[in-house]
């Protein structure tokens, strides 16, 4: 099952928006590829009967009071803003829905 | 605009049958944000309501909003669903600027409440059920804000600005299940179940659920099979219809669209499409292509919710009284009938006229003013019935001031214009304003003999037996008081200063 | 004035509060260190002369007031560039979070504060926490004091290195593969990886949620027991944080006895990929435990040959979602925004010139690994991983207290060795990974140097849940014993830089 191709690669890049470069793509193909063949050992045990763990501890319900709190000032939350006006954040033209 | 080929709606439900799934967004009406300590009041100074959780600072982690949880089991329970009794919240992996995570945190296979129902009344007093499939809770994103493009439209905009007061909002999406021999009468389904579910919500005391505001948000899915078949069409996923009107024009408008695709041998493109409220249309939006991929996963930042059963059987024993039950009772308390009901749900006047009785006022008067003068103000100014400047208190006294002969009809409509332009409630209107009726019998008579003088020839043909023409004389008497005169007096005087019997 | 910088915390402590030493003199003589050898060993990223002096100063003026000081009242500390400081740069490491000031403290930042803690700077780490050597900071690697052209280990490798160059008797590591006890083992000195939710995660910035703990640094059992009590307890602010006392590391520190303990020795941590010298200080760790009168226990955990497979599809997973808001959206580096290119672009130009190749790495590996279609039979057959490797560690805690393992398989290893070779890098975390999967606690200490090649060995003593005081009671008996053996603590036989 395991083996990944350098198109797939580009596909993952994109979705986690890394313009990668074509040299990168072929590097990093062939490392995921070894990574992948080794990790994919864990499917030994896809047809176990086991719960799966998604947390360490088992611990539930744990919830606040909806109580205000104070929030930051604008400007402490603007503070680390590449770009920013009228007390926003000023990010590139969106592309997609309207 | 593209211009789009659509069949006759007759035409096309003579050859298909509509299958929808309505997903509607509410926005609790929590003190707080779903996981931080954020304020969600509305309408404040841009960015003056985040932290470093909603702002998805580095290192900032959230924490569930107890009541955020206690409102989607109110709402599941209200829905007749059942109540996980063990969930987990995921994220949803996407990128976009109004996301400060770039993932939504949602919930995927584990809602918190999921098969349920909603019965809901069509005009004609037939009882639809729509099939709950699921509702869970989320969390609302940022808002953007499109410069230098053509009206705040994303296209051509030169760049966006965001304000992340609103991220993080909590949200309860609700999700039906495919919603199948609904036949022509779709539209009015999905209509009607928007309606009664925002019913149901402010019910409950969870949301103020204003779709005007957007406060409850409509997608509407929509797919044709030709009839006498099971397999579903291709669905287009209408996103954010935001009013009742629109959800029943945009089912309308997607039947119609679909049919014509269908039938000119073409196949439906699965996409999002935009609702626009101009002409009813929609156009297309995203392809759904297996480029998304939203990777869910369990959110590891917080820990399972695993409501008890006591709190559960709690929370259901207080559940109000079902909307649609009590709109049954007060439609006989009324004795209005079913398409009036219908309509005062519809502007959202259930609970202003009901408070507006409480305030003493009949119900007949109550329905009048709300549903007639109000209602068209509401209308033209484009504001929910219950964002106007009045209060049932206040409509109330103008009701009782109509019932103590103080006010005639026109002079009320006045008294409500004056409030509602702020000039203070309808006591202060009725002082400033100087509108009381005339009641000082002296003046009246005087103003009335003057009429008959200068009508004369309108007084005889009164005084010959033609009492119809008395309105004419009324007319010219309310004229010269200014409308300040009671109508019905007035009559009363001139047929008796012509010694006419009424 | 030159030993100030060789005393324990808990000695520095001691003198400040008896007025032998003020709290400016021990911050001064730390600094004086740092700018002594620290061009040579770049633990840190970010020195905060005035901030820890000003700190010091208080600590000063409070002793003059006659107030009671806490334990580590004036004692400096170097605090991983993983947490977050209101009055300090916080970057992970990684260029794209270049000169952020978060506007925020961490609750570490804020308990170290308030216990009165004199924070000297942040230290050099790998990006965003991930890796074994400290070479994937964006901002170049550190060495390892006891031979500068070696790793210091990783990810905390800034915090060991200026542990084991006297910069600071105090620090802070994040471990979520091994990142406190690897950069401990390789550098002799002391890390704790507490029970998973003991100390809050608020602050610190999230590599893998379900795995990352933050956790103390330092030279002496002791010290680091002080440090764990510091830091640890239940925050609101985090929804994994356990709302239980903290177990009493302190006490169990100042206690250290293996007298009728049992510990457990997994066969499967030996074997190939372990060097010779490590697997004979090992050994004699066990023959150590024996003769201070511990029962040894052969213990079976077959599901920890998965851990490591396990672990690199569930740590990159998460990251791969926690660093999604990297986006050049609202804070650090923006790249390409020239007026014509969308959001969209930006954010991945941004990505791309922000991230080093172990993130973009692992970024995509755990994307792939949620795909649709992918997701079961990898992060949800890793997720199984877990389980099973819980369940090894609850039986085998049922038969003894602690286990204990060597903390690495191997001494470190020269800079640049294993740069570009991810899964020789990866093996480095044999050991420790399982107890990241679980959830316990495990603690390295020095127990040697490797005859080979005279470097450090640390040994790993792992604790179920909660139980983090045995690691404390386990390690403070066997640090006595082994400076009884050698004569002084292992540190004095490192080079002098
Ligand atoms: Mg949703
Ligand atoms: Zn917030």
């Known amino acids: 099952m395991p083996g990944i191709t350098r198109e797939e690669v580009a596909h993952l890049a994109r979705l986690a928006r890394l313009e990668l470069k074509g040299e990168e793509l072929d590097h990093f193909a062939g490392q995921l590829d070894d990574i992948i063949g080794a990790v994919a050992r864990v499917s030994e045990v896809a047809d176990q009967d086991v719960p799966p763990t998604s947390h360490p501890l088992p611990l539930t319900n744990v919830m606040r009071a909806d109580e205000v709190r104070p929030s930051l000032t604008p400007a402490q939350a603007l503070s680390g803003a590449p770009a920013q006006e009228q007390q926003r954040f000023k990010v590139p033209q969106i592309l997609g829905e309207d | 605009m593209t211009v789009t080929d659509l069949v006759s709606y007759e035409d096309a439900l003579a050859s298909y049958d509509p299958v929808m799934g309505l997903e509607v967004h509410v926005e609790l009406g929590t003190k707080t944000k779903m996981f931080c300590g954020c304020s969600t009041e509305l309408k404040q100074d841009a960015n003056s309501q985040t932290c470093p959780v909603c702002l998805g600072l580095p290192g900032a982690l959230p924490v569930v909003n107890e009541i955020g949880v206690e409102s989607a089991i109110k709402i599941g329970l209200a829905l007749h669903c059942e109540i996980a009794e063990w969930c987990r919240f995921a994220r949803k992996n996407y990128f976009y600027p109004d996301m400060p995570k770039n993932f939504q945190t949602s919930q995927y296979d584990e809602p918190i409440a999921f098969n349920g129902y909603l019965d809901v009344q069509l005009e004609d007093g037939e009882i639809f059920r729509v099939e709950i499939e699921r509702a869970h809770m989320e969390e609302d994103t940022g808002k953007s804000t499109h410069v230098g493009g053509a009206a705040g439209r994303i296209h051509g905009a030169s760049h966006s600005l965001l304000d992340y007061n609103r991220a993080g909002i909590p949200l309860i999406e609700i999700v039906t299940k495919p919603i199948e021999g609904a036949g022509a009468r779709a539209p009015e389904v999905a209509k009607a179940y928007v309606a009664e579910l925002r019913e149901l919500i402010k019910a409950l005391g969870v949301s103020e659920a204003r779709m005007e505001m957007g406060q409850m948000r409509c997608d509407v899915n929509l797919s044709l099979r030709p009839n006498g078949t099971e397999t579903f069409g291709t669905r287009s996923e209408t996103k954010n219809v935001n009013s009742l009107r629109s959800v029943e024009r945009a089912a309308r408008f997607e039947i119609q669209r679909h049919a014509a695709v269908l039938s000119s041998g073409g196949t439906i493109v699965q996409e999002t499409r935009h609702f626009h409220e101009e002409d009813g249309s929609t156009t297309a939006g995203r392809i759904k292509d297996n480029a998304e991929d939203y990777r869910y996963f369990p959110e590891p930042d917080l820990v399972p919710v695993a409501p008890a059963r006591d709190w559960v059987e709690e929370l259901r024993k207080g559940l109000p009284e079902l909307p649609r039950l009590r709109r049954a009772r007060l439609k006989e308390e009324w004795g209005v009938s079913e398409h009036d009901m219908q309509s005062i749900l519809n502007a959202g006047a259930v609970d202003l006229i009901v408070a507006t009785i409480e305030a003493g006022a009949p119900s007949d008067q109550a329905r009048k003013w709300w549903m007639g003068e109000l209602a068209r103000n509401a209308n033209e100014t484009g504001r929910g019935l219950d964002e106007l400047p009045i209060t049932p208190a206040q409509v109330a006294r103008v009701a009782a001031l109509v019932a103590k002969g103080d006010l005639n009809d026109k002079l009320a409509r006045q008294v409500i214009e004056g409030v509602l332009a702020g000039e203070g409630d309808p006591d202060t209107v009725v002082e400033k304003r100087g509108l009381k009726v005339v009641s000082d019998e002296g003046a009246l008579s005087t103003a009335v003999d003057e009429a008959i003088a200068g009508n004369a020839a309108i007084a005889d043909k009164i005084r010959g037996g033609k009492v119809a023409a008395a309105g004419a004389l009324v007319g010219a008497v309310m004229k010269a008081t200014r409308g300040q005169a009671d109508a019905a007096r007035v009559r009363e005087l001139i047929l008796e200063k012509l010694g006419v019997e009424g | ?497």
């Open chain 3, 1 to 497: 004035m030159t030993d100030i910088i060789k005393l324990t915390a808990a000695e520095i402590a001691a003198k400040i509060a008896s007025g032998e030493l003020t709290a400016v003199e021990v911050t001064e003589a730390h600094l004086a260190r740092i700018d002594a050898v620290d061009e040579k060993v770049h633990a840190f990223l970010h020195i905060d002369r005035e901030g820890a002096l000003a700190q010091a100063r208080a600590v000063d003026a409070k002793r003059e007031a006659g107030e009671k000081l806490g334990p580590l009242a004036g004692v400096p500390l170097a605090l991983k560039d993983i947490f977050t400081t209101k009055d300090m740069p916080t970057t992970v490491g990684s260029k794209i979070l270049e000169g952020w000031v978060p506007p925020y403290d961490a609750t570490l930042t804020r308990k170290l504060r308030d216990a009165d803690v004199v924070i000297l700077g942040k230290t050099n780490m790998d990006e965003f926490a991930m890796g074994s050597s400290t070479e994937n900071s964006a901002y170049g690697p550190t060495g390892n004091p006891w031979d500068l052209t070696r790793i210091p280990g990783g990810s905390g490798g800034g915090s060991s290195a200026a542990l084991a160059s006297y910069e600071a008797p105090l620090a802070i590591g994040t471990d979520t593969g091994g990142s406190i006890r690897q950069p401990a083992a390789v550098t002799g000195t002391v890390g704790v990886k507490p029970t998973y939710g003991g100390v809050s995660r608020y602050g610190m910035v999230a590599f893998s949620s379900s795995l990352d703990q933050g956790g103390p640094c330092a030279r002496t059992v002791l010290d680091a027991a002080l440090l764990h009590e510091a830091i640890a307890g239940h925050d609101p602010l985090d929804s994994t944080s356990i709302d239980a006392p903290v177990p009493p590391v302190v006490e169990a520190a100042r206690n250290g006895s293996v007298q009728g303990m049992r510990v457990g020795v997994v066969k499967q941590f030996r074997g190939e990929g372990y060097q010779a010298g490590v697997l004979q200080r090992f050994d004699e760790s066990v023959e150590l435990l024996k003769s201070l009168g511990a029962d040894i226990v052969e213990l079976d955990c077959p599901s920890f040959d998965l851990a490591l497979s396990a672990y690199y599809l569930i740590a990159p997973s998460e990251c791969s979602s926690n660093l999604a808001r990297f986006d050049a959206m609202r804070y650090g580096l923006r790249v390409g925004d020239d007026g014509t290119k969308s959001a969209e672009e930006v954010t991945a130009l941004t990505r791309e010139a922000g991230f080093g190749d172990e993130v973009k790495r692992r970024v995509i590996l755990g994307t792939y690994a949620l795909s649709s279609g992918y997701y079961d039979a990898y992060y949800g057959s890793a997720q199984k991983v877990r389980t099973l490797i819980t369940q090894d560690f609850e039986k085998a805690f049922e038969q003894v207290d602690v286990i204990v393992s060597p903390t690495t398989p191997t001494t470190a290893f020269p800079i640049g060795e294993r740069a570009d070779d991810p899964m020789a890098m990866y093996l480095a975390d044999l050991c420790t990974i399982p107890t990241n999967l679980a959830g316990n606690s495990a603690m390295s200490l020095p127990c040697g140097l490797a005859p080979e090649d005279g470097l450090p060995v640390g040994l790993q003593i792992i604790a179920p849940a909660m139980k983090d005081d045995r690691l404390y009671k386990v390690g403070a008996a066997v640090e006595a014993a082994f400076v009884q053996k050698w004569g002084h603590p292992l540190l004095e036989e490192a080079p002098s830089l």
